[in-house]
Each structure stands twice: as structure tokens, then as C-alpha cells.
């Protein structure tokens, strides 16, 4: 299974930006999505989460309200939809691949990774 991510990139304060997350190998119904993010000298954090079926969702406390998931079966591609940025959600972004029972917030329940895209927000 592999998780290739893209759409980071350069924008203003305010701005909105979608990642996508395109899975191969596997059927995105198989498993709880996540994306997690890491700022220079910090830990990796925890973004949002969706179950397989796409019902049930978990926000990271940082970003409720300003950042959405999808799903786009067809494509086998998870989404994430960040609006009102703000500088300090400069990051490199992951998006993650859970498959077993245990909540995708924690990344010992991670399965796989995708290597990441850089977001950048200018104040």
C-alpha cells in the first residue's frame, strides 16, 4: 500500500488549500484515514480523522472548524480541505492509513504513511 500526497504550497493568511492523498494498493474503504502534520521543531500533531465508512470524524483541536476530510471512492483519494490559514499551521503535511480497530489519532495505530507535503502560510 502506498499514500502519495499533494497540493501543498505557498499561501496567504486567510487563504484555503486542499491536499489530496491518492491510496494504491488497497481500497480506501479498507481503512480510517488521518492526516497529521509536523511544524520545524515540533512534534508531529494530529489534524483529522475519518472511519472507513466516512461517518464518524475527529478533529484536531488546533484546526476544528477550519478543516474538512473527504473521500472520493472512485479515485481511491482522501482530501483535506484547510480554509482560513494561518501561519502557524505552516507545516509538513501527512496523511495516514489505519486498518486495525484502534483510533487513527494515535500513530501506533498507523499502518502506513505518505511522505508528506509542505504548506507554507504568509502572514
Known amino acids: 500500500v502506498q499514500l502519495q500526497a499533494s497540493g501543498g504550497g505557498l499561501v496567504q493568511a486567510g487563504g484555503s488549500l486542499r491536499l489530496s492523498c491518492a491510496v494504491s494498493?488497497?481500497?480506501?474503504?479498507?481503512?480510517?484515514m488521518a492526516w497529521f502534520r509536523q511544524a520545524p521543531g515540533k512534534e508531529r500533531e494530529f489534524v483529522i480523522s475519518?472511519?472507513?465508512?466516512?461517518?464518524?470524524?475527529h478533529y484536531g483541536a488546533s484546526v476544528r472548524g477550519r478543516v474538512t476530510i473527504s473521500r472520493d471512492n472512485a479515485k481511491n483519494t482522501v482530501y483535506l480541505q484547510m480554509n482560513s490559514l494561518r501561519p502557524d499551521d505552516t507545516a509538513v503535511y501527512y496523511c495516514?492509513?489505519?486498518?486495525?480497530?484502534?483510533?487513527?489519532?494515535?500513530?501506533?495505530?498507523?499502518?502506513?504513511w505518505g511522505q508528506g507535503t509542505q504548506v507554507t502560510v504568509s502572514s
Open positions: 495516514a492509513a489505519a486498518s486495525g480497530l484502534g483510533s487513527p489519532y494515535y500513530e501506533t495505530n498507523i499502518d502506513y
Open positions: 494498493g488497497r481500497t480506501i474503504s479498507t481503512y480510517a
Open positions: 475519518n472511519s472507513r465508512s466516512g461517518g464518524e470524524t
